[in-house]
């Protein structure tokens, strides 16, 4: 059990996750966390790394420092996405362990699971197919980091647990024209809308692909809860078990925003994959549940966005 009072570190606690992790860990109480500036410490550093954990030996690690972005960055950026990922996990979960730090928190995404898959997915179904070309080098990395979690488990009776969420949303999240997610993008074409008092949005192929999001404070929550826990097992998808179609979000937020606006397709534009829902009876099986509902989460997604004026 960690108490309130153990060291806890924290890595990319700037981010979009780690900035709603280390909020989520404030209000609950914990005491000792520590974050250090990339400027400080980059996590590329193999023996910088393995000196600061050895030096502050926290209770537990909590791995939210990655190269993150949307398709493009993934897909033109290749080779920087797998270096990077497997160098930041490999430094951070080995130095773990040559600190005899027994508690580590991974994240991955979805997109480590095969694109041709039945839905929802499992964990089972993990390395049971091809990945998705566009995020592949991302994907093998992340499932480096799984095996790695698995096996330092089996081997050295360690208790690293591997998060996989769904598509997330929320404060800081990354509104890039090139690199954000589907409904980071959805939701600034609409803000934009409002703001410029325009009559239509546009969105890419049909909008019939299903999407299941979460709210970032959720995924917090999920790590919260799960590093207080002994599981049997090291992968855990994190998600809320529903999804709708990406029409069905555009529609959603022009009535969240009080609009009237037409929604015009692309239809030069693909598709992507059908359906990516997560089957979440793991994590639910085990005591956890996504708590905020989408009308909350957009609530406070807006409220940040308006504070910062971003665009
Ligand atoms: N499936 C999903 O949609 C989903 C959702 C949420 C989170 N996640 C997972 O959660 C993790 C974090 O994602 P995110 O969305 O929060 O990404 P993010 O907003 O880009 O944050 C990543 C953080 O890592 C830091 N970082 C990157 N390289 C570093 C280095 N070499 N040294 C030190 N710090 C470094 C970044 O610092 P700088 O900005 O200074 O570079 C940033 O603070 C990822 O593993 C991601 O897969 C997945």
Known sequence: MVSKNHKIFLAGH????????????????FKNILTID?????????????????KNKPKVVIVAAARVGGIHANNTQRAK?????????????????LSEIKNLIFFGSSCIYPKN???????????????????????????????????YNLQYKTNYKCLMPCNS?????????????????LIKKIYLAKKY?????????TGKPKREIIFVDDIADACIYFMNR????????????????????????????NLNLKIKKNL????????????????NSLGWKAKTSLKDGITITLKDLNKKNFF
């Not at 949303?169 to 993008?185: M, R």
């Not at 008092?197 to 192929?205: R, V």
């Open 14 to 29: 700037k981010g979009h996750l780690g900035s709603a992790i280390f909020k989520k860990l404030k209000k609950a109480g």
């Open 38 to 54: 990339k400027s400080k410490l980059n996590l590329l550093n193999q023996e910088k790394v393995f000196k600061f954990l050895k």
């Open 81 to 97: 996405f797998i270096y990077e990922n497997l160098t930041i996990q490999n430094n951070i979960i080995h130095g773990s362990y």
């Open 117 to 151: 898959i039945s839905k929802p997915i499992t964990e089972k179904m993990l390395l049971t197919g091809k990945l998705e070309y566009t995020n592949e080098p991302y994907a093998i990395a992340k499932i480096a980091g799984v095996k790695l979690c698995e096996n």
């Open 169 to 185: 949303y929320g404060p800081n999240d990354n509104y890039d024209n090139k690199n954000s997610h589907f409904i980071a993008a």
């Open 197 to 205: 008092k325009k009559k239509q949005i546009e969105i890419w192929g």
């Open 230 to 257: 002994k599981t049997k097992k090291t992968l855990i998808n994190i998600g809320t078990g529903k999804d709708l179609s990406i029409e069905s979000y555009a529609k959603y937020l022009i009535k969240f925003f």
């Open 268 to 283: 030069n534009m693909p598709d992507g994959i059908k359906r990516k829902l997560l089957n979440v009876n793991l994590a």
